[in-house]
């Protein structure tokens, strides 16, 4: 199976509509001629149906960043699979770092928000990434591991090819410093063996990297054998910065 690569924007909570709308018709201006790679936005909710509109005729698809893993009831200010799917937004980000460590999501809360996209027929974008003392401490390959194995434990029959993996250092995000090519490497190869050990075909899955990624460094990451794609922060709220990302990949 050839995997399928992959542009992602995560504008966390940046963009309003209007900022939305205007990325959004200068992205639609834009000659996407790197037929192999999709791209994806994934706004705040409050501008998702913008998003939906905007790109309705495009190939460029929209993301949530988040979502709630019981499909309705008494849980304010939450959203779920159903309403997203409602409104056209088929991928959802799940498990970012910055969840994880500011509103403490779990490993088994992401296996859980896992679950549901699975059984609501939704695209997860599972993000994973060790902290820098993980790192200093010998930890990345048990930290990853962990939070592969929960989050993937019930998901035998689960279609990998609409299934993303976002490596994303918690130390290389929104720092400034990226991991080097040898880090990426690395650690794409052994989430790809976790996969294999794990009863699922590594080598079927997209394994995006996420961390400080810039127009200036994406070329080199982008030809790593094991890396699929990019999940791109701050980069991604300039339209040509993310666009010349898109055409590195
Ligand atoms: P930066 O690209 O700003 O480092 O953010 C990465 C990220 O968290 C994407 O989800």
Not at 51 to 56: S, Y
Not at 71 to 90: D, F, H, P, R, W
Not at 190 to 217: H, K
């Amino acid at each position: 199976m050839l995997r399928t690569r992959f542009c992602v924007a995560n504008w966390k909570m940046n963009f309003n509509c209007t900022d939305t709308k205007s990325f959004l018709e200068s992205w639609n201006n834009k000659e996407l001629n790197n037929k192999e790679v999709k791209t994806i936005f994934c706004p705040s909710f409050t501008e998702l149906n913008t998003g939906v509109e905007i790109l309705q005729y495009s190939d460029s698809e929209i993301g949530a960043q988040n979502v709630f893993y019981e499909s309705n009831g008494a849980y304010t200010g939450e959203v779920s699979c159903s309403m997203l799917k409602n409104i056209g937004c088929q991928w959802v980000i799940i498990g970012h770092s910055e969840r994880r460590s500011i509103f403490s999501e779990t490993n088994e809360m992401v296996r859980n928000k896992l679950d549901q996209l699975i059984s609501e027929r939704m695209n997860p974008i599972v993000c994973i990434g060790e902290t820098k003392t993980q790192r200093e401490n010998g930890k990345t390959q048990e930290i990853l591991s962990q939070q592969l194995s929960i989050a993937f434990e019930n998901q035998e029959d689960i279609n990998l090819k609409n299934t993303i993996i976002a490596y994303e250092p918690v130390w290389a995000i929104g720092t400034g410093i990226t991991a080097t090519v040898e880090m990426v490497s690395d650690a794409h190869k052994s989430i790809r063996n976790i996969f294999n050990n794990n009863g699922f075909n590594g080598s079927n899955i997209s394994i995006l990297y996420g961390g400080s990624v810039t127009d200036g460094n994406a070329t080199e990451l982008s030809e790593l054998t094991d890396v699929d794609g990019f999940l791109v922060g701050g980069a991604s709220l300039d339209v040509d910065k993310f666009y010349a990302i898109y055409n590195q990949l």
